[in-house]
């Protein structure tokens, strides 16, 4: 059984209550019409909290090539050559092209996530580890199986 989130639980507790209060109530009181506007501002928004964003950097690249290879085989689980060959065999591949207005982030961390996510295991691999070390959105580490289908072979 799915996991309700705190909106869902919200709105069907106020829909419980203004039906009850229309079935029990002729007259429409103030506290129905305050309920009323509650459910209306409820269920008008997509969430219930303020949101805040995630702190970025984009000085990583210049972070990662500063970095001793001991350091970088940690982040990237390959050393600098091996990564820089990898990026050069994927980046013209379709995947890593949209037609969105939203750019996709570029294709060295792309790999960068992916090949750290993967080569951990446990809380190691949490998005939000992920996300704080490399100043990503979240996103970024939703790996969609499909994807590696889709590479194929590097030829």
């Known amino acids: 059984m799915p996991i309700k989130s705190e909106r869902a639980v919200l709105i069907a ?50 972070i990662l090539m500063q970095i001793g290879e001991r350091e970088f085989k940690m982040l990237a689980r390959c050393d600098k050559a091996s990564f820089i060959r990898l990026v050069e065999l994927i980046k013209y591949h379709p995947v890593f092209e949209n037609n969105s207005r939203n750019k996709q982030s570029p294709v060295w961390l792309q790999l960068l996530v992916v090949m750290n996510r993967l080569g951990c295991d446990g809380n ?5 580890r992920m996300v704080m070390l490399n100043g990503t959105s979240y996103g970024t580490y939703q790996i969609r199986y499909p994807f590696w289908r889709s590479l194929g072979t590097l030829d």
């Not at 009850?20 to 429409?28: F, G, P, Q, V």
């Not at 190691?124 to 939000?128: D, F, H, M, P, V």
């Open 124 to 128: 190691g691999a949490s998005i939000q």
């Open 13 to 62: 507790e106020l829909e419980n209550l203004l039906r009850h209060m229309t079935l029990e109530c002729n007259d429409k009181s103030v506290e129905f019409t305050e309920i009323m506007d509650i459910y209306e501002a409820v269920t008008g928004s997509r969430y219930l909290k303020h949101r805040s964003a995630v702190p970025k950097t984009r000085a990583l690249v210049e």
